[in-house]
Nanobody
Framework: QVQLVESGGGLAQPGGSLRLSCAASAGSFFVINFMGWYGRSPGKQRELVAAETSGGRTNSADSVKGRFTISRDNAKNTLYLQMNNLKPEDTAVYYC??????????????WGQGTQVTVSS
């Protein structure tokens, strides 16, 4: 199975920046369909923030476009979320997700433990 380890969360001031990291590892070879970052604000469902496929396509929520950038270092199997111009509304627990192909043609989701991002003065 795939393990996802997140880091980089913490406290930031409005207008500040953070970079989240998600390191993926497994005991055997695996092929990623897509990876992404999801956020869960208090009282809300977990929602997609940004995602990137192995082909390099990206998608992001309208609320973060122009401020957040998703990227992946394939050599390190690490996914990043560069968060700039942070707003208090960005406060949430951020989860790394990896969707990987199975040999039968389906896919499975793996999740990190979540990292807290708090934006406050």
């Amino acid at each position: 199975q795939v393990q996802l380890v997140e880091s980089g969360g913490g406290l930031a001031q409005p207008g500040g920046s953070l970079r989240l990291s998600c390191a993926a590892s497994a005991g055997s070879f695996f092929v990623i369909n897509f990876m992404g970052w999801y956020g869960r604000s208090p009282g809300k469902q977990r929602e997609l923030v940004a995602a990137e496929t192995s082909g390099g396509r990206t998608n992001s929520a309208d609320s973060v476009k122009g401020r957040f950038t998703i990227s992946r270092d394939n050599a390190k199997n690490t996914l990043y979320l560069q968060m700039n111009n942070l707003k208090p509304e960005d406060t949430a627990v951020y989860y790394c997700n990896a969707n990987i192909w199975t040999m039968s043609g389906g896919s499975l989701d793996y999740w990190g433990q979540g990292t807290q991002v708090t934006v406050s003065s």
